[in-house]
């Protein structure tokens, strides 16, 4: 395993449901990630945040929305979401600064996939 | 904006042979990061082998080597001795050599079928 955790491994969601999907990493890294995975496509970059600040947010729709409390924790709150929406939804982490030969290498979770009915 | 492009989207390999996978991006940076990743059905991404941009030496990890061709911006992934195991997704990656510039760029991937 990676050191990265997320739950739920699997989530079914009506387009009215709100939910929450969870990600941990337990190796001290400072910089956490949101992408999404769709069948055919490159892995898209959602949110980073670096020292639990945001930093990036690719134009992603405001149906879905990051909170991440802490440098070891991240969620993905979803509500009111689209077919389309669904996908693999990857967590990862890296660490950017403060160690020595840092190499920038990110470390995935397994994924929550996503079906939106 | 860089890009990362893997021209195979599918590709086998008998067992014990060897396969190469390619990869080409485009930067204006001079300094970076290139990765391959693995996905094998329904199991996480992992690191497979990284380069540094600086570093002429093709980076080797066991069966897994690459080819980084900088002036061509290439970057091929070999696979030696090819194990069913190594049936995968491989997904090439690229990153800034900059400090909290951490939007990797992935390619499209590759799937790799290993025939016993």
Redesign the interface.
Known sequence: ETGVTQTPRHLVMGMTNKKSLKCEQHLGHNAMYWYKQSAKKPLELMFVYNFKEQTENNSVPSRFSPECPNSSHLFLHLHTLQPEDSALYLCASSQEVGLAGVTYEQYFGPGTRLTVT | AQT?TQSQPEMSVQEAETVTLSCTYDTSESDY?L?W?KQPPS?????VI?Q?AYKQQNATENRFSVNFQKAAKSFSLKISDSQLGDAAMY?CAY?SDQ??N????????TRLTVKP
């Open positions: 990362v990061y990765f990743y199991r996480q991404m992992i690191l990284r540094e997904f990153r400090v909290l951490n939007d990797m760029r992935f390619g499209a991937g």
